[in-house]
């Protein structure tokens, strides 16, 4: 029977479809969370929305150079399959396998390289909410029990870097890496000019950054408030590790910094003064809401 001659090479296939199975199943082995031992929830760490999704990057990547191979070769031995058992040689058919197969090569390059690109840009932000972490840790010492530092807040719909509680006012800290271009002869220009609406790098602007810390800074304000019953003092900051900030046109409303100097900025902005009973409410608040974050009651990607 004709059929036949197509059905039986897919027996040559069954070794390739049993190591995709399994590079599947094994594709969340490597889970990088942790959690608690004294009450199971899970630990959160400056930048752990960045650490999440670089986890799942790295499971793509693992993903996509796994099956790859195992892909682009399925139509390659199959169309030896179907010399075995053809009662006659169809060279258009073979060349049509060879092609099939050529174009999955460069698709799965095509997913390597976004993969790459995708991990680099990740392993940059996470780098940079690092070291504003660590900026914003020196404010937490026996002496300056009044400070308090929230990572990774949730709000309905997306993510707020660090928060960070202080006796004169809260401050909303979100951090943005971009990469300093180069001039010809190999200099680094990082150099980045702020305007009330949006940020001028070298060669390029943007809203977003501010926009995005605006309305973060927007949401806790309200959000304390209906908590609490007590309008409480908010401010944003935006961070731009490694970059020389000019804000001789910025809005007064948030601080752009490099973030080099944040613990000593934020103990020097007063907001105003904020009541022990206030204080402690807010910060009852903020724990509240990352103990439902860690139950899975809040969902929200990072911004």
Request: one cysteine or more; hydrophobic letters at 45%; proline letters at 6%.
């Amino acid at each position: 029977m004709a059929w036949l001659e197509y059905l039986l090479p897919l027996i040559f296939l069954f070794p390739l479809a049993a190591t995709a199975v399994i590079v599947l199943a094994l594709r969340n082995l490597h889970d990088a969370r942790v959690r608690s031992p004294f009450d199971a929830h899970p630990l959160r760490e400056p930048g752990q929305a960045l650490r999440d999704r670089l986890d799942r990057a790295f499971a793509a990547l693992f993903l996509d150079g796994a099956l790859g191979p195992i892909v682009t070769l399925a139509p390659l031995v199959y169309g030896m399959g179907r010399m075995l058992f053809a009662s006659q040689q169809n060279w258009i058919e073979w060349a049509l396998y060879g092609a099939l197969s050529t174009v999955l090569v460069l698709v799965f390059c095509l997913l390597l390289i976004r993969d790459f690109q995708r991990i680099r840009r990740l392993k940059l932000g996470l780098a940079c909410e690092l070291a504003v972490g660590q900026e914003l840790e020196t404010l937490i010492r026996p002496e300056a029990h009044p400070y308090y530092v929230f990572h990774d807040v949730p709000t309905d719909s997306y993510t707020i870097d660090h928060v960070a509680v202080t006796p004169h006012g809260v401050f909303v800290v979100e951090t943005r890496a971009r990469t300093r271009p180069f001039t010809p002869d190999g200099r680094e220009i990082n150099v980045v000019s702020v305007e009330r609406e949006r940020l001028r790098f070298p060669g390029w602007s943007e809203r977003a950054p501010l926009l995005k810390t605006r309305q973060a800074t927007r949401w806790l304000a309200a959000w304390l408030q209906k908590r609490t019953g007590t309008r409480v003092a908010v401010m944003g900051v935006l961070t731009l590790p490694g970059w020389d900030i000019d804000t001789s046109e910025a809005a007064s409303d948030l601080l752009v910094i490099s973030g080099e100097d944040l613990s000593e900025r934020l103990i020097r902005t007063h907001l105003g003064e904020i009541d022990d009973a206030t204080h402690g409410a807010v910060i009852a608040a903020l724990l509240e809401r990352a103990a439902r974050l860690d139950d899975g009651q809040l969902q929200g990607p990072s911004i």
